[in-house]
């Protein structure tokens, strides 16, 4: 989750978002560890007894990493169909196609985030093999019912849980085939990359090391220059410093709202599987030992406060997910009819809201299938904004970023009927 922070701009406070989840004694640990040697296969031995006492994880680059190094161990026939959330990133579709599989979107209920199990078991299909569901926004989906489906009908049960960390508190259903938890750059708990997947077939684990013992190492290199970047950005968190940012970005004609989000990714460009397909090198092993020693994640306890004191103000405007079985708002979206127009006026009043939080998208359907457009999702996509959170905000700067929305609303209602 990116955590926040305050800046003067023109002359008003400014709630940014997109710092990562990370502190300086962090950063400089991860630089330092680029310059010392290390065993990288004690160090993944010790993240993955760490993770859990049964033993049955892997350490990896990223939960792309891994979710490709699954579906490579695996081999499922070409053609296969996957049922996904039809909310998800649109690399884990660009892998399931790479891996000659067709992906088949199951639509998201805006209310609980969750994907609806009698919509599901329709789209099941003499080729569909497997199911992926991803936990959106940080909220969790209630899996017994899916996980019924899945075994009634022999299916493999892949679950993305990119966005739902939340420390000891929870690591993933028991009757997953898998379960993926990532430590990217924009994630709760950072450590700028690698994952932790957790298998319930130790034999389909054991495969799975073998394969990804012939991939080369992540070269250091590349990761230290991700930590430099990273202590950049954090000097940004500094009020003077990111006035003159903006400023000079706004001078430049550049956007900086789509810079930092940019440059907050952990895969940009070239090819992806090449990428992807990487033993994660000594230094992220060693960060991310480090990170795990405290799983308890205790800036999650500052957000779900915060939108505790934020939902109220935001009665009038929908916030998705909040009926979840459980959530720990890695962002907080809401939906608008305006949301760019929203942003742009928000940003102007000192909110660094955005729609580009996450890179979030809808799953279109394979189109010799003819199944349904998922409207829900589309409709949630096409219309949310996320809001800025920062633990030291007051009530006064929540009633204006709500007072903004509305009066935006507002104005474009009254244009609407002119």
Known sequence: MPSNVVAVLHDVVMIPHG????????????????????????????????????????????????FD???????????????????????????????????????????????????????????????????????????KPIAAIAQRHGLLLMKDCAQAYAGSEYLGHSTSDVVMFSFGPIKTQTALGGAVLHFRDPTLLSRMRQLHATYPCQPKCPFWHRVVLFMLLRLLTRPPILQLFARVCRW????????????????????????IRHQPCVPLLRLLARRLRNKQASGIKQRMALVQRLTPYLSAHYCPGLQALCHTHWVIPILTTQPEQIARRLQQEGFDATRSASSLAVVSPPAELFTAIPHQAADLMEHVMYVPVYSAMTDADIQRLVHVIDDVEKQYDLIGLM
């Open 19 to 66: 710092i990562p989840d990370i502190g300086w004694s962090d950063l400089c640990y991860g630089l330092v560890g680029c310059l010392r040697p290390g065993n990288p296969t004690q160090l993944q031995k010790q993240i993955e007894q760490r993770w859990s006492s049964d033993g049955n994880n892997l350490a990896c680059l990223s939960v792309r990493s891994g």
């Open 69 to 143: 190094l699954f579906l490579k161990a695996i081999d499922l026939p070409g053609g296969s169909e996957v049922i996904v959330s039809a909310i998800t990133i649109p690399p884990m579709v660009q892998i399931l196609e790479h891996h000659g599989l067709i992906p088949v979107p199951v639509d998201v209920d805006i209310d609980t985030l969750s994907v609806d199990p009698t919509e599901l078991e329709l789209l099941i299909g003499p080729r569909t093999r497997a199911i992926l569901v991803a936990h959106l926004f940080g909220s969790r989906m209630d899996l």
């Open 252 to 275: 430049r004609g550049i956007d900086y709202d789509q810079l930092l989000s940019q440059n907050l990714r952990s895969f940009s460009g070239g090819n992806l599987i090449e990428h």
